[in-house]
Each structure stands twice: as structure tokens, then as C-alpha cells.
């Protein structure tokens, strides 16, 4: 039996017509939703997700504004614009895309976001937060993954979800959200000793490694269903996710496709998190 698509692309356009309407009731008392934009150096990458990100933001009517800094930037600079965009009232949401270049510290400066205005949900504020179950912002690519498997309906109450990877962006608040879904909740990792084993007794798994194919059929037990965060390039220089679709497609219950699946939540759920934070700011 082949396995029924979880369409990233279609429940996006469902989200973003729904946050169009919210941004217009903003709009309506005088209130426009702002995303600042940081990007510092020339990753070839990082500029096609800034740029989907703030196309993204035109189209709900989200006012962006992208600044675009040389690799060389210090660090002090960069903290210096970050401090001018938390006290300015017409952002509502910063994002500073990753990776930075070597010499600037990550972690030091997402600590100087101010936590209501980190739409990306990296501060420790809000990593503590969705920890403990408190309301803050959740990193967008686990929360996107979370509103496909609500959109399919399944109730992971007592499920059993598997997390490959352990990152902060995604394995590890995955599996948060996992467990405050009530799934009883596995995070394998590079370090695993026998990851089909794992994956083999999964009703949810979600594959979040960075290598092209690496969860083939044999690992997914039928009927499960499979979440790709992967977006890789294989050997010919064609993407794919984490896991081998074509494969696991004719094993799986339900499954997301790249490009159309997590790709598009990710945006969605940084769309979701500004409406809320200009809603926030100004209720
Ligand atoms: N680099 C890769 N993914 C992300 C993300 O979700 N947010 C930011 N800021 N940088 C990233």
C-alpha cells in the first residue's frame, strides 16, 4: 500500500490565509507587523532562505525589512544592531540567520534577541519555556511538523515517536513537543548503536539528520508515519530529504515530501510567530 502525502505546500496556504486575515485585523487598528531579517556574510544557501522568508512575509502582508551584512562584521556590531531592533516599535520579530561566519558567537548573540521578539524561538527563554510547558516561541521547523500530524488527525497519545538528530533547532524541541503531545518519545542520534532498531518499533518518525536517504524502508514499520526534515543534495546534485521517498513511501502510512513538506511549515510557523508577537506586543 503506498502511503498518503502530507502536503506542506497545501496546509501553508491554508495557514496563510488564515494569518493574511489576522495580519489585516492588526492592520486595522494601526498595527503593522514587522520581521527584521539579518544575514552576515554570503552562504549561497542562507541567501535563498532569507529571500523565501521574506517573500513569504509580502504576501501575508508582514512588513520585512532584510539587512545584509558583510562576512567580516564584528561582533560588536552585530549586537549593536540587534540591541537597535529590540527597543525599535516597528519590529516585532528578529530572526539572524545561521550559520554565522566562524568568528562571531551564536549563542551570545541570539541571547542578545530580546525573547519577545525571537520569532525563530533559539533564546534560552523560550528553549526553557517550551521545556516546562509555559507559553513562548516555538522553534518554527518542530512546530511546523507538529501542526502536519494534527492537520492528518492523529493523536499521539501513547504513540511511539522517534527523533533522529538532537540539535537545538530541531531534534531536541521536537521531541519536546512530542512529549507534551503525550507520545512516548525516543531521541537517536549519531551516537546510537542500532538506529533501525529504534526506528523499527516508531508509529511517528521524524527524520531530522542531514543525509540524503539515510531512513530506508527496511527501518519504518509498516503503516508509521514519517516526517522529513532533510533538504540535501545527493550525488547528482538532486534534492532530497532524510529519507529514501520513493522506498519508504510503499511502507509508511503517511509521509512528507521534499521539496512541499516541512520546507513550507518552517516558513509558515516564522509567519505565525511574528502575527503573534505584533499581537502580543500590542494587545
Ligand atoms: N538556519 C537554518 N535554519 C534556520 C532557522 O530556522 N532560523 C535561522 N535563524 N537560521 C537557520
Not at 539579518?38 to 512588513?63: F, M, T, W
Not at 560588536?76 to 520579530?93: F, K, S
Not at 534560552?124 to 507559553?135: E, I, K, S
Request: glycine share 8%; proline share 6%; net charge neutral.
Amino acid at each position: 500500500m503506498t502511503a498518503q502525502l502530507i502536503d506542506g505546500l497545501a496546509l501553508s496556504r491554508l495557514w496563510r490565509t488564515r494569518l493574511t486575515e489576522r495580519v489585516a485585523a492588526l492592520r486595522a487598528r494601526g498595527v503593522q507587523p514587522g520581521l527584521a531579517v539579518i544575514l552576515v556574510g554570503d552562504d549561497p544557501a542562507s541567501q535563498v532562505y532569507v529571500r523565501n522568508k521574506v517573500k513569504a512575509c509580502h504576501e501575508v502582508g508582514i512588513h520585512s525589512v532584510l539587512e545584509t551584512h558583510p562576512a567580516d562584521l564584528s561582533e560588536d556590531a552585530l549586537l549593536a544592531r540587534v540591541r537597535a531592533l529590540n527597543t525599535d516599535p516597528a519590529i516585532h520579530g528578529i530572526l539572524v540567520q545561521l550559520p554565522l561566519p566562524r568568528h562571531l558567537d551564536a549563542h551570545r548573540v541570539i541571547e542578545t534577541i530580546a525573547p519577545e521578539k525571537d520569532v525563530d524561538g533559539f533564546h534560552v527563554a523560550n528553549a526553557g519555556a517550551l521545556m516546562v510547558g509555559q507559553p513562548g516561541f516555538w522553534p518554527c521547523t518542530p512546530h511546523g511538523c507538529m501542526k502536519m500530524l494534527e492537520h492528518i488527525g492523529v493523536d499521539l497519545r501513547g504513540k511511539h515517536a522517534v527523533v533522529i538528530g538532537r540539535s537545538n533547532i530541531v531534534g531536541k524541541p521536537m521531541a519536546l513537543m512530542l512529549l507534551q503531545a503525550n507520545a512516548t518519545v525516543t531521541i537517536c542520534h549519531s551516537a546510537t548503536a542500532d538506529l533501525a532498531h529504534h526506528t523499527r518499533q516508531a508509529d511517528v518518525i521524524v527524520a531530522a539528520v542531514g543525509r540524503p536517504r539515510m531512513l530506508t524502508a527496511d527501518m519504518v514499520k509498516p503503516g508509521a508515519i514519517v516526517i522529513d526534515v532533510g533538504i540535501n543534495r545527493d550525488a547528482n546534485g538532486k534534492l532530497c530529504g532524510d529519507v529514501d521517498f520513493d522506498a519508504v513511501r510503499e511502507v509508511a502510512g503517511w509521509i512528507t515530501p521534499v521539496p512541499g513538506g516541512v520546507g513550507p511549515m518552517t516558513i509558515t510557523m516564522l509567519l505565525a510567530n511574528t502575527v503573534d508577537a505584533a499581537e502580543r506586543a500590542t494587545a
